[in-house]
């Protein structure tokens, strides 16, 4: 090819969009231009990159970077669309860092045509990423590699610079990108200038080495390229023969790695059309370089494998040859050039797939020879793992297990072995070990957030087809960690293999009730299904013999209507069909505890004995509620004991409480200890601050262990459990109709109904940008949990984004949880819908610390109630620190706390009255600081009238004694 005549369509096209960065790499020519205050950061303007794509050759890839991150361009996406639009390009990718934003901006970025994307790392390790690539979140990295490597699949790598400071990372950097999904990774020997660490020649060649062992084990899962061997043949770089760059001038350069315009005479694709371009005299006058000598600077560039980083790939290259035949199923191939590597460097690893190789072909004893043998070597999991399974196939299944489970032993991480371990058993016929191992395995990985191995687990569990003990507690794991298709398929199958055990049905139907919603049309098709369920069991409930009851009363507690309430509608009805199943298995289970307990003698001459029963004594919104009850009720008429129901040991908050009662009982060992416990304090009244979301109090309160059981509105709707005689509620929150949602008896205590505790100021301020938020925003605080918010709630978001330009929505959510990945894709189609970018308009904020809540709040500029289920603490919180409140009441309670926490400050004027009437005042106070300021001065003038208000306390204390009373005249002989 003559270097003169310009391409007709390149391999990669790489242009440069940006000069901006949120990290500072060592070595990097932005940061040590900012240190010496001769850079200056900049962006492509839309236009300028309009002109260039419109001046450039086709291109196989157009791939968008920067001296900086190009994801951070306020018109990245623009620029997608732009490129996109001209079909010149095969597809348009982009380098980022993997930190300009959550997963959410590039699935914007890929709404509008990005079809690939390469991050750049150096370590996943803090200390070392720290001193590398100075800014790196190694959490917000990680997550966000999982999410990207999902997004864009076969399109997204990896690459990573290696030198000495990150070198004895790479096996585990490797290991842990392949686990995150990461199917692609290039390594790039770092080759720039100014690296004091740059690796020499021995160093590369162990490097390379370790490589191709790293390729053998992860096999073709993962794919890792080693830059230089990228050229063909191993000889001269063809990279200016088939791609070529342009800087953020609009400056041509003929090999992207060599990008700096100076050396090809400054010239401009800006000004001229790519054919002018290439055989302009600076471009001319490189490439005849290139072509007879190889300028200096070729020499030190990663991508020349005849330069300073050639290291000869024959080893890893032969190796990853024959794991390729081995896939290909060429096993006489991969045999024969495994055998010639054998005494390599790789010796444990050739050795290792020699013997899988033997295990294809049928020669089980062979096989276990050679795979011993490597293990000796190199005990790594993976071979150990496979020693065991090829002595199975060899039908030694004693030697196989004992390998397994001392692998499993020494190395719990390692899902593989557990998988083998488990089939070696079933092989054994030892069934039920085989799916206790199986359930130790879907336990820890969902304890590690890998519902994809839980989900491996569960289908194996199914294979092996037994019942076994653990099941049933493994489905609820399953369903609060979120895995609601696994949770359900378990406890159909359970429903189905023992059908005369009527709590799977019961776990089967709350197992219904989804963590969120796509649609409202499906929220309600699920709350059919929901209710079809609860009538079907209570008929079955009818129908049981009373051994079947019992045994269905262990799923009490476990199995919950927890999410029903989120759906924001009325639940008396079917809050009463799950009250009458809870009622009859606990009576059957636990018949002694189901006997009417009479009050003792009172005539007003003794202390009443109160108890509080919770798995919550410790710095939970229940007892930020609650405590006020515990510590200012009076000792004078009152014996107070604390029930704490709680496993674990109490934080700083929750000793501090329990010190508050007057006794405490804890650690008892089971249900009917428990119910023992508290019977036996003669009791004459029970609260239970909430019952829906702790299981021992729901399973304590079907039981009868006082005269007045009664429960706060800690999880605010009915409980449906006969054994509640009433519901504590604020008379502030409650409609008019509220006894028609509650199967109790409602007690409507005044004001708000609890004595709140102003909370810690909430440490230091957090700047913006540590918070992804921008900081000439107008940022609208949306706190609540992500469950919290229905599909419909979303149009008012989208609404208030459509009525202020500049306005930026910040969530609480954990950015790879299932939760709000459907929160987020719901959320950003509305958005799309709607004709508005939700990448940068919405940022889900990962969980903050509780003693920097107060300072996230003060982040934000105005606080966005949720609707469906209203603020409690949160409003409480963001009152104190005055940030000012909208909100709007609706039907139920628990749709109204933040209404009713502005009457009570006296600004009831504050409260809109309809959800249209919302936006108009969030879009209002948007765009009115006077406004906003002072209605952040009302709130902090009449903040201190939420904090210390006892006359609830005074109303419970009046309540108790007068029903006590007024039982003991109906027992009286005189009456």
Not at 268 to 275: E, G, H, P, T, V
Not at 453 to 458: I, R, S
Not at 562 to 581: C, M
Not at 931 to 952: V, W
Request: net charge neutral.
């Amino acid at each position: 090819m003559n270097p003169f005549v310009p391409p007709q369509r390149l391999a990669t096209l790489q242009i440069e969009i940006t000069r901006n960065c949120n990290l500072a790499c060592a070595a990097c020519p932005r940061t040590d231009g900012m240190a010496a205050g001769t850079w200056r950061n900049t962006d492509m303007a839309l236009e300028t990159f309009r002109k260039l794509v419109d001046h450039a050759p086709p291109a196989d890839l157009l791939l968008l970077a920067g001296i900086g991150e190009p994801a951070l361009h306020p018109q990245a996406a623009g620029l997608v669309a732009a490129a996109v639009a001209t079909r010149r390009f095969g597809a348009v990718a982009m380098t980022s860092n993997g930190l300009a934003g959550g997963p959410e901006l590039y699935a914007n970025l890929q709404n509008h045509g990005l079809a690939g994307l390469r991050v750049a790392l150096a370590s996943l390790a803090d200390a070392t990423a720290a001193a590398m690539r100075k800014g790196t979140d190694v959490a917000a990295l990680r997550a966000n590699l999982a999410a990207l490597a999902k997004l864009f699949s076969k399109n997204f790598v990896v690459v990573v610079r290696v030198s000495r400071r990150n070198s004895g990372e790479l096996e585990s950097l490797i290991e842990t990108l392949a686990a995150l999904g990461v199917v692609r990774i290039s390594i790039q020997p770092d080759d720039r200038p100014a690296i004091e660490d740059r690796l020499e020649k021995g160093e590369l060649a162990a490097v390379l080495a370790q490589l191709g062992t790293l390729q053998a084990r992860l096999g073709s899962a993962c794919t890792l390229d080693w830059a230089p061997g990228l050229a063909p043949n191993q000889t001269k770089c063809r990279q200016p023969l088939a791609t070529a760059s342009v800087d953020i001038a609009g400056k041509l350069a003929p090999c992207p790695a060599t990008s700096d315009a100076s050396h090809y005479a400054d010239t401009s694709l800006r000004d001229l059309r790519f054919a002018d371009a290439w055989t302009a005299p600076g471009v001319a006058a490189w490439l005849s370089a290139y072509l007879d000598r190889e300028p200096a600077l070729c020499r030190s560039c990663a991508f020349n494998p005849s330069g300073s980083f050639a290291i000869p790939l024959e080893p890893a290259a032969a190796q990853k040859a024959a794991v390729a035949s081995i896939m290909a199923q060429k096993f006489d191939a991969a045999q024969a050039t495994l055998t010639a590597l054998v005494g390599g460097p790789v010796q444990a690893d050739n050795l290792h797939l020699l013997g899988m190789v033997e295990s294809h072909k049928g020669n089980a004893e062979r096989a276990v020879a050679f795979v011993a043998a490597a293990a000796a070597l190199d005990g790594q999991a993976h071979i150990r793992n496979n020693l065991g399974t090829v002595l199975a196939k060899a039908g030694r299944l004693a030697e196989a297990e004992t390998v397994l489970r001392q692998l499993v032993a020494d190395t719990p991480s390692y899902p593989t072995a557990y998988i083998s371990l488990s089939g070696v058993l079933a092989d054994k016929g030892e069934k039920q070990a085989a799916i206790a191992i199986l359930v130790d395995l879907a336990e820890l990985a969902l304890k590690a957030g890998k519902q994809n191995v839980a989900g491996q687990a569960v289908d194996r569990i199914l294979a092996v087809g037994e019942l076994h003990p653990r099941l049933p507690l493994l489905g609820h794991l399953l369903r609060m960690a979120g895995a609601q298709t696994l949770a359900l398929r378990l406890f159909e199958w359970l429903a189905k293999t023992d059908p005369n055990n009527l709590g799977h049905l019961l776990a089967r139907a709350m197992t219904l009730l989804p963590v969120a919603y796509e649609t409202t049309p499906q929220m309600q098709a699920i709350r059919a299904r929901y209710r079809d369920a609860l009538v079907d069991l209570r008929a079955r409930v009818e129908r049981a013999s009373d051994g079947e009851l019992a045994v269905a009363g262990y799923h009490v507690g476990l199995a919950k209507p927890f999410y029903l309430a989120y759906q924001g509608e009325n639940d008396v009805e079917l809050q009463r069909l799950y009250g009458e199943i809870v009622a009859r298995m606990s009576a059957k289970r636990h018949p002694q505890w189901m006997v009417p307990v009479a009050p003792l003698a009172y005539g007003g001459t003794r202390k009443l004995r109160v108890g509080f029963a919770s798995g919550y004594f410790s710095r939970h919104s229940v007892s930020k509620l609650f405590a006020g009850w515990i510590r200012h009720m009076s000792r004078a008429k009152f014996q107070v004991i604390g029930y704490d129901l709680a496993e674990s040991e109490p934080d700083e908050y929750g000793r501090g409480l329990l010190a508050d009662f007057d006794a405490v009982r804890r650690k008892v060992d089971g249900i009917d200890k428990w119910a023992a416990t508290i019977r036996n304090d003669a009791l004459d009244a029970l609260i239970y601050p909430e019952i829906g979301m702790e299981s021992q109090s729901v399973r304590l309160s079907a039981l009868r262990l006082a005269p007045l059981q009664m429960v706060a509105m800690g999880h605010p709707m009915t409980t449906g459990i006969p054994n509640v005689d009433v519901f504590l509620t604020s008379d502030l929150m409650e409609p008019a109709d509220g006894q028609a949602h509650y199967t109790e008896r409602l007690l409507r205590l005044p004001n708000l109904s609890f004595d709140y505790e102003r909370q810690p100021a909430g440490g230091p301020e957090f700047k913006r940008e540590e918070l992804g938020l921008d900081p000439k925003a107008i940022v609208f605080i949306c706190c609540q949990s992500l469950f919290k918010y229905r599909p419909d709630d979303d149009d008012v978001i989208v609404r208030i984004a459509r009525e202020v330009p500049n306005a930026q929505f910040a969530f609480l959510g954990v950015p790879t949880a299932p939760l709000t990945e459907i929160f987020s894709a719901r959320l950003g189609a509305k958005f799309t819908a709607s004709g508005l970018s939700y990448a940068g308009r919405v940022v889900i904020v990962p969980p903050v610390a509780f003693e920097r809540f107060g300072a996230f709040l003060r982040a934000g500029d105005i606080y966005l109630d949720s609707l469906g289920w209203s603020g409690g603490n949160t409003s409480l919180e963001a009152a104190s620190v005055g940030l000012p409140i909208v909100t709007t009441p609706g039907g139920p309670m628990r749709a109204r706390h933040t209404a009713a926490i502005l009457q009570f400050m006296g600004l009831g004027h504050y409260v809109t009255p309809s959800q249209d009437a919302y936006v108009v005042f969030a879009a209002k106070l948007a765009g009115d600081a006077a406004l906003r300021k002072a209605y952040a001065g009302e709130i902090a003038l009449n903040a201190d009238k939420l904090f210390g208000d006892l006359s609830p306390v005074r109303a419970i204390e009046n309540f108790i004694v007068e029903e006590i009373s007024a039982r003991e005249r109906l027992q009286s002989p005189s009456a």
